[in-house]
Every structure is written in structure tokens, then in C-alpha cells.
């Protein structure tokens, strides 16, 4: 039902007096029985939705205070798994080794390239120092970004409790806003329900 609809049929039967008052005729007692069963029904759908998306928030909220009570375990972990990674990307490791070992066969080949009477084989010495180029500063950069991931893990250290009380605030405002908005989808269908029960009560008293 759309919003339009739905006003004009709220205004209808929130106000059934006034419609009787003005007119008793059994086409505006047929009118007002229409409108009464009509919003009845949009209102049973509404309920029957809710009930079947309502386990979905519960279930939003829980995880929600579960994420908040695991907040300071989650950073602690998030710490952890960083230093792991970290530590396959420092020298020596055997990432390191392995950009080691393919610059020293890139070398190889260009010096053979170099030396070989092929022409072809020649042909590949600027491909291959531009392979050896890229390797050597794909090393730098793995250098420099684990030298940025160690200050990076230093600042989360340093700042485990803000950074706890954080996901904390978060998870609270977030699961706050869907209880908002869950009682005022509730306080809707109340006041709807409100509405067509006054409907009867006047309508049993003409």
C-alpha cells in the first residue's frame, strides 16, 4: 500500500464520526466498512512481514554486542595478522629470496643475450632490462612498505584502547539506530491498529 493510500485511508478511519456525522446514509456506512477491512488487511501484511524480517534484527543486534565484547580481541588479532604478514615481506624471508634469485637470473640471461651472435636472442636485451628494473624496484618497494608496516603496527599498539573503544561506540551507535527505527515501525503499525480498532467502537455506537 502506498503512502498516499495509506494516509487517506488512516484520515478515514481515525475520523469515522465525522464522516457519519455528516452523512448516515448505508452507502457511507458501506463506504467505512470498506475502508475498515481494507486497512485490516494492509495491516495483517504489514504484521506478517515484520514478523518474518523481526529474526533479522535480533539477530543484526546480537552480533552487533557480540562485535562490541570481542572489540578488544579483534584489534589484538588485527595486530597479530599484520606482523605475520609483515614478517613473509622483510628481508631475508623468502619473498625476499625469491626477487633475489629472479634478478640474478634476469642478469644472467641479459649477459648471455649480450654475448650470444643470435640476433634474436639480442633482440630480447631491452625487454629483459626492463623485467630487471621493475624487480629492482618492486624490492624497494616491498623495503619501504615494510618499513611503513612496522610503524603502522606500533601506532595500533600504542593506540589498542582507543582504537577498542571505537569498534565499542560503533557497534552501539549502529545497533542504536536500528532499534530507532524498529520502534517507530512498530509505534506505526500500533497507531494503525489504534485506528481501526476506534473505527469500530464508534461505528457499534451510531
Known amino acids: 500500500m502506498n503512502s498516499f493510500r495509506a494516509v487517506a485511508l488512516s484520515a478515514a478511519i481515525v475520523m469515522p464520526g465525522l464522516v457519519c456525522a455528516q452523512d448516515a446514509s448505508p452507502s457511507t456506512e458501506r463506504d467505512n466498512a470498506v475502508l475498515i477491512a481494507s486497512e485490516v488487511e494492509s495491516l495483517m501484511t504489514d504484521l506478517e512481514a515484520r514478523a518474518q524480517e523481526f529474526p533479522e534484527v535480533l539477530r543484526q543486534l546480537a552480533e552487533g554486542t557480540a562485535r562490541a565484547e570481542d572489540a578488544e580481541n579483534a584489534v589484538a588479532a588485527l595486530i597479530e595478522r599484520l606482523t605475520e604478514v609483515t614478517d613473509t615481506m622483510e628481508d631475508g624471508s623468502r619473498f625476499d629470496n625469491a626477487i633475489d634469485k629472479y634478478k640474478m637470473a634476469t642478469t644472467d640471461l641479459i649477459a648471455e643475450a649480450e654475448a650470444s651472435p643470435n640476433d634474436l636472442i639480442k633482440e630480447m636485451v631491452?625487454?629483459?632490462?626492463?623485467?630487471?628494473?621493475?624487480?629492482?624496484?618492486?624490492?624497494?618497494?616491498?623495503?619501504?612498505?615494510?618499513?611503513?608496516?612496522?610503524?603502522?603496527?606500533?601506532?595500533?599498539?600504542?593506540?589498542?584502547?582507543?582504537?577498542?573503544?571505537?569498534?565499542?561506540?560503533?557497534?552501539?551507535?549502529?545497533?542504536?539506530?536500528?532499534?530507532?527505527?524498529n520502534v517507530a515501525e512498530f509505534d506505526s503499525i500500533v497507531s494503525r491498529a489504534r485506528g481501526v480498532a476506534n473505527s469500530l467502537i464508534e461505528a457499534a455506537n451510531q
Open 126 to 181: 631491452p625487454s629483459l632490462r626492463e623485467t630487471l628494473s621493475q624487480l629492482e624496484q618492486d624490492d624497494q618497494d616491498r623495503n619501504q612498505t615494510v618499513v611503513e608496516a612496522r610503524n603502522v603496527i606500533d601506532q595500533l599498539k600504542k593506540n589498542k584502547e582507543a582504537i577498542v573503544f571505537f569498534i565499542k561506540a560503533g557497534e552501539v551507535q549502529r545497533g542504536a539506530a536500528l532499534i530507532e527505527q
